[in-house]
């Protein structure tokens, strides 16, 4: 919704911008250039020589208009090059496309030829936003190309409401010679813009005049290639990038305020929802009191009223223009049995004001993936997600029921640790959310053994608590017959390879208040090594962590999806006719990214080992990179210890 961006993370669209009348003398490059590029980037694909985006923002018949121009040009530098033929922009009902012009420029005996695009596709954007849904992308081919053409395109779009102005950013998965963002306003124009991820001041920036307009320039040349890793927390958490917003403007020397404080994008927001649910619906109060009835508390009620929408509305992101930011009245959402974010926030707080509480109220706020807070940057792009709030008695509930499995008292995974702007009438509160313990999203596993020569025969009971469970049952969801075994299989796989499931059942699928749990029986051929008179068994036969290592080239922090704890117990009974040679020693470890604790017994002719281990951190951020190797090294040698068992 709010966080309109067009923006996708590859070089299809981290688009550049000027006026449509420059594509020419901007494109045409001397003989020889491609050579001369080649030394310098003898092993890039293609390199991107301009991306500019230029903003007009003026006044025009007393209404404020903003006019942005998109130019894009590159070189395909090899073959493999030649594979990326396409490129694409994006557009919506708020970002309407007034034109665009694209051609390859290709060597044709020795000058440079013009081969216009003619093959062009219009599609919906696949974005992830929990919000809007009526992005279209225009897809280009580029025709005749080989090394040392060039892809270049022009796109005019205009933004109806000049509080929507998307972000600029400084980076493509190709080096770039030159990134430009202009900002072009009549002088009764005032603008606001923060810059993120420069640590340095490398964007070289500048403001002039020019014809009775300010021109406000920001530059960033020779920007190398953008590593994309996996486990990034989102783009705007590292690449180099420009917000501008317009803060007023004067219509009849007059004032006229947008943007400037979180206040004024309050009031913004406001004006999307100050007739919200005025009007009762009969059959939605109707069915609130019935599944209230006999509840006694707010609370009470509040999980009942949340857990019904969860179950009885479903979620689809659909919207279009304005849609994409107005909740839809609740009556409407109840009578349809689906929406958005938006919509569920609405019927929400309307079901919870029908059941007599008044502390629930719609909310705005951003995803993880968004790093601003609302001192830093008070714009819709902020946020671009919505929930209801519970106040209860000042501890604040988050109801977001988007995800389906997530229990009351949780907030979704993907908003821990943001703020919400939670919605009093004329007056707002920013709250935070708090990051959930790792505690509270543990997985336990009891297995018991038995030992038969170099044979493992096995049952256990897994059990997933808070956002484990929440991020588990969603990908095994309706899945049935050998199918959902196999799901089953590789949840529960233990040792090796050779793990065979032998039976399993389920519990608590439906019960959102209790952990999931998985009772399994299994065999395991070959996991024990005979040595003579000798049987070695390691007892890790699950090992957390052991694989998330990070490159030391690594740019990026790792985000981890919840913080997480593993409790896990194997239980081996001795054969009769064997006793413990060699018991491994325990373990232990406690820093600031991760708590272990790994502990053997024997007793009883049973030999224990009790695994614990806790992450304590979302982001390991680069300053933790050699502590985080240094522990992942840590928990590989622990689980490298073997027990030793002796025939008698």
């Known amino acids: 919704m709010i966080q309109m961006s067009l923006l996708k993370l590859n070089r299809k669209s981290l688009v550049a911008l000027l006026p449509l009348m420059a594509i020419t003398a901007l494109a045409q ?156 306003t009549d002088k009764d124009v005032t603008i606001g813009y923060r810059v993120f991820n420069d640590p340095d001041n490398s964007i070289i920036f500048s403001k002039t005049e020019k014809k009775g307009k300010y021109i406000y320039t920001w530059t960033l040349k020779d920007v190398k290639a953008v590593k994309f890793e996996p486990g990034n927390p989102g783009f705007r958490h590292f690449i180099p990038h420009i917000n501008v917003y317009v803060k007023d403007y004067k219509v009849d020397s007059k004032k006229v305020e947008v943007l400037d404080n979180t206040e004024k994008l309050y009031d913004y927001y406001k004006s999307f929802t100050k007739n919200l649910n005025r009007t009762e619906d009969a059959e939605l109060k109707a069915i609130t009191k019935e599944i209230t009835a006999g509840l006694t508390t707010d609370r009470e009620k509040v999980k009942k009223i949340f857990y019904w929408v969860k179950d009885n509305i479903k979620y689809i992101a659909f919207e279009n223009g304005y849609e994409g930011f107005i909740p839809r009245e609740a009556a409407l ?211 957390a962590y052991e694989k998330l290592t990070l490159e030391p080239d690594r740019v990026t922090a790792y985000e981890m999806d919840f913080l997480s704890a593993y409790n896990t117990t194997y239980n081996l009974k001795i054969p009769q006719n064997y006793s413990v040679k060699y018991l491994p020693e325990n373990f232990s470890l406690d820093n600031a990214l991760m708590k272990a604790d790994f502990t053997y017994a024997n007793k009883a002719g049973v030999v224990s080992l009790n695994a614990k281990i806790q992450v304590k951190k979302l982001l390991i951020e680069k300053a933790d990179f050699a502590l985080w190797t240094d522990t992942v090294k840590q928990l590989k040698n622990a689980y490298t210890q073997t027990l030793i068992l002796t025939e008698k």
């Open 333 to 543: 959402v109840c009578k349809r049995k689906f929406g958005d974010c938006k919509d569920m926030a609405s019927i929400i707080s309307a079901m919870a004001n029908y059941a007599g509480v008044k502390d629930v109220t719609v909310s705005w706020i951003g995803t993880r993936d968004i790093p601003y807070s609302y001192e830093e940057l008070a714009t819709p792009a902020v946020d671009n997600h919505m929930i209801a709030v519970f106040n209860d008695n000042g501890n604040y509930v988050f109801l977001d029921a988007t995800d389906r499995e997530t229990r009351y008292g949780l907030p979704t995974s993907f908003i821990q640790g943001k703020e919400a702007l939670m919605s009093n009438g004329d007056t707002y509160k920013i709250i935070q959310v708090p990051v959930v313990s790792g505690e509270d999203n543990a997985t336990h596993e009891v297995v018991d053994l038995t030992l038969d020569k170099e044979k493992i025969t096995g049952s256990g009971s897994l059990n997933f608590y808070g956002f484990s469970r929440s991020h588990i049952l969603p990908q095994i969801g309706d899945a049935s017959g050998k199918t959902r075994f196999e799901m089953i299989k590789s949840l529960v796989l233990l040792g090796s390879n050779k793990f065979m499931l032998k039976e399993y059942n389920e519990a608590n699928v439906a019960d959102r208040d209790k952990p999931y749990q998985v009772n399994f029986s299994f065999e395991l051929e070959d996991y024990a090594i005979q040595v003579d008179k000798e049987l070695y068994i390691n007892l890790f036969m699950d090992r």
């Open 29 to 184: 490059e001397k003989q020889g250039a491609f050579a001369e590029y080649k030394k310098v980037y003898p092993n890039v694909n293609e390199l991107v020589i301009s991306d500019k985006n230029t903003y007009d923002i003026f006044v025009e018949d007393k209404k404020l208009r903003v006019l942005r121009n998109n130019y894009y040009e590159s070189m395909i530098m090899s073959q493999n090059g030649i594979q990326n033929n396409e490129e694409s922009f994006s557009y919506s009902e708020l970002v309407k496309l007034n034109e665009f012009e694209a051609y390859s420029i290709v060597n044709d005996k020795g000058k440079d030829r013009k081969i216009k695009v003619t093959q062009t596709n219009e599609k919906q954007s696949r974005q992830n936003s929990v919000f809007h849904d009526d992005v279209k992308q225009r897809q280009l081919i580029f025709p005749n190309l080989e090394a040392g053409a060039r892809k270049v395109y022009s796109v005019e779009t205009e933004f109806l409401d000049p509080f929507l102005l998307q972000s600029y950013v400084f980076g493509s998965s190709f080096p770039m010679l030159n990134s430009t963002l202009e900002v072009r």
